[in-house]
């Protein structure tokens, strides 16, 4: 009887043992390598406490997890570095000490790290977030510029002026016949500076937008629009297209927007695909920034639910740039909303030929990826992702050829009626 009696107590010891002293699983181990960062998220129903550092020769960062238990999902990771890594060369996981797992990472070159936590959210649990950054950022306008045909150059103050005498309005096919190449631009543009369009795809990495009920997933249509679009106007005499996203990682809006301004770009377009409780919502749409509230109940829900990505996707608050968020909180944009709206106008009437509008006009909303105050941008809702019959279309090569055409010839109308401003740029060379 005394023997089971302390067997009895034991185990109520056992049970009333601190969760705190339990190893943490981690349910999911997940990287996204790009140019401009690699991501590397370890996901977990618990918080986990860690501790970063770096070593040298060679070049390595070690971060020690405490309580944690070196499972399946944990060991995956080192399998899931690839030779393509820009920053990672491999990575090794193993038991250091007791109730401390220990991941090295062997970098290709020296970077800057940043490692942090983020709460549950959507579908996600706890998160630490690791992002390997280069220790210099990757200039936009250099990558465009070597591109074979252009070179860095600011164009001439008188460049402008030229080209608002001199440009006429070009003609535009009909949307309904892709194939058919759109009008170049005028050789005046062409002969004094290159035209930048920011391409932008929503979402991306951890964020995947919305989802059809086939499974779409709005990050990939979005991304696959954006490279069409990029190609058609990379064809364009006099024109060139940056894509702010070019694979399937995560870049916070205001990085967007920065991004964008340091390629110097004349117009920003940010490509979505729309999402609804209801399965019967259809349409394509163009948005641009408010500064006095939505224009309408849909168009704030919207861009409530697009401001939401920076949630979903995963940022660091810590180490937000303050002239990023100067530039967020810039409300003297007046003049450049106004072109924002006549740029939309052009897109809009040029997407009626390829799809149903879900609303016949321009709305406006508070959309934090348009809040760049000097260059007019807009952000398109493709169609409903949500709807069974435009998900299909929005996997169909044809369609998004369509829907990229109907964007570049909105945009070419916008510019023969409203020439870009002087300022630095790409020139093109013989």
Known sequence: MLERALRLALLSCLLWIPTAFAQIAISAARIWPAQDYTRITLESQQPIRYNLFSLKNPERLVIDLEDVELNAALNELAGKIGSDDPYIRSVRIGRFKAGVVRLVLDLKAQVKPQLFSLQPVGDYG??????VYPLVAVDPLMALAQQG???????EPSAASEVAEATPKPAIESPAEPAAKPAPLARTELSNRVLIVAVDAGHGGEDPGARGRRGTHEKDVTLAIARRLKAQIDKEPGMRAILIRDGDYFIPLGGRVEKARKAHADLFVSIH????VKSTARGSSVFALSEHGATSASARWLAKKE?????IGGVNLAAKDPYLARTLLDLSQTATISDSLKL???????LSGVNTLHRGHVEQAGFAVLKSPDTPSILVETAFISNPVEEQ????DAYQEKIAYAILSGVKRYFAQNPALSKPQLVQTE
């Open 126 to 131: 706890h998160r630490l977030v690791l992002d």
């Open 149 to 155: 045909e252009t070179k860095l150059a600011a164009s």
């Open 273 to 276: 695909a729309d999402a609804f």
């Open 307 to 311: 401001n939401e990505a920076d949630l």
């Open 344 to 350: 939309a106008r052009h897109v809009l009437k040029e």
């Open 393 to 396: 279309r929005l996997k169909d």
